[in-house]
């Protein structure tokens, strides 16, 4: 093998100091500049020693050969002997490829730098903020909740970092997420993996954070890597929120977080909430309602001035709030029995517009003995069930169902996919037929004899893109209630569809419930990044285990066409072990955003209720 010449070690000593950015080509610059200006300054004491005219000395012309090189443009106003003009005329000359070559880099230097800042590589120097890593739809609901909670509060950030453009980012969310108020949104570039890119958040002095699912094969190992890339850092742990897509990674996702991660099984909320709305309608309204920070949401209070008293005497213990449960030492309740006591260090958890508006009911509540009615509850009959399309979650809605139907209950599934109906054994209360049915098609529908059905569930199917199974299902929720309409047929509907903005255009169908699971998760995960103690209370909302959301019918709990207060409602549904928590009128049911629900009422204001109303109430089945 042949030496390294003194030729080749020079060169490449050359090549390593230009390859070291701006700085060091303005340093070889400098030298030339230097260099330059020196000959120049020596041949001028050489070739003409007494010019220019009044020269004082070498110094003197080291100034005017400086001035030359910098401002090529004097060499228009020298005079003097030929010699003269020619040294100053090179001077000038490679001045001016020295200048022309400065401005470009300092220009390149600068736009590598604006490049920069603009990519988001700076560290966030702010505290108490929420960190969201990951990019997903969900991000847009989960931004916009955070902003309407922080409403009241100066200077609170959302910080998101994310591998994509951090202007697109932030141009994304201002026109997605409608307005932030004094919530400001920092965004920065990088990989949410990358010890180093999560160390520009500042995560130390976070007051949360929260953990996306993307989109695209194996999200949940996405997720489980993040969880160890925050596990393995040094200092300061904040409460991190995590979505995952598949329950059998919950085991290896807690293990990766450590304590202080809440994980949310995406799928598993999506299909009970699927679910219940199909047994219960407006169940899914119900639950949004509860999630997001637009009007009553759910807080844990102290019961300091309810220590002693049950959990019957406490439903009417709160001027503008409603009770629905306890957090012991044994967990967390809903609706428990009405002879639960109230110990020194429980907490109650109610629902109320605003933490400020929680405050002790000033004597004894005003019930209207006369307007309560009595009446038995119904019996829990055998159902038949509509299932139409199917996707990965659909097994897994098949056996929750299971668990809340009556023995006897029978599920028709109807859908093309190859995967349909697999699967399903060892089911206790339903019996399951399958066909195979394009259910955009109007005539396939009618041939299932939709009018022998109480509850029809129209899915998402997955070999579609999200968009276009949108559409799908928008084409069989209009079909479904023409067909409804012109047959005179009635049965509950409730969909599954993945973007938000296809809720206006589902709202024409009048669907009894639509589900959304990507912004539940969203509402979901922003409830839990500013309280994470709400985990276990949505933990049991989504339960099928104990107490659940029902709306009733409101004639069971008081006569129709009275005037009553709400505190009336409460004391008759207490009468019946349940928890009453609003009510829905028939009216509205199909006008959003609410349709027809309110929570937590005003107890002075009286209400009348007509035939179709439901009052909604937290009950065991």
Known sequence: MSRVTFRERARYWFDNTMSK???SLIGWLALVSVALILVVSGLTLWLAPEEPEGVGGPGHVLWISLMHA???????SDKGSVA?????????LGGLFIVSMLVGLLSNGLKQRVDRLRRG???IAESGHTVVLGW?????TIVGELAKAHASQRGSVIAVLA???????????????GDLGRTRIVCRTGRTTEPRDLSLMNLAAARSVVVLSPEGEDPDAHVIKILLALAKRSGIHPPVVAALTSGRNMAAARLAGGPLVHLVDSDDTASRLIVQSSRQSGMSVVCMDLLNFDGGEIYLRPAELLVGKTYGEALHGYHSATVIGLRTSAGVALNPPMDTEIGPKDEVIVIAHDDSSIWPAAGAPKIDESAMAVTERAKHAPARTLLLNWNGRAEQIVRYLDGYVAPGSELEVAADHPKAGANLTGLRNLTVNVKDCDTTDRFALEALGLGLFQHVIVLSDDRFKADHADTRTLMTLLQ??????????????????????????AEVTEADDIVISDTVIGLLLAQLAENQHLADVFGYLFDSRGSEIYPRPASAYVGTGVEVGFSTVVEAARRRGETAIGYRTAYARN???????VLNPDRSRRVSFGPHDSVIVLSER
């Not at 006008?591 to 629900?597: A, L």
């Open 84 to 92: 003269y003009m020619t040294v100053m005329f090179a001077g000038s």
């Open 480 to 505: 479904l209630r023409d067909m409804q309409t012109k047959l005179g047929e009635h049965y509950s509907i409730v969909s599954e569809m993945h973007d938000e903005s296809n809720r206006a255009l």
């Open 163 to 177: 591998d994509r453009d951090k202007l697109a980012m932030e141009e994304e969310i201002r026109e997605r997420a």
């Open 21 to 23: 950015g701006t700085a």
């Open 121 to 123: 590589r700076s560290r």
């Open 136 to 140: 997903s739809d969900q991000v847009f």
């Open 70 to 76: 910098l401002t090529p443009s004097k060499v228009a």
């Open 591 to 597: 006008k959003p955003p609410h349709y027809g629900i």
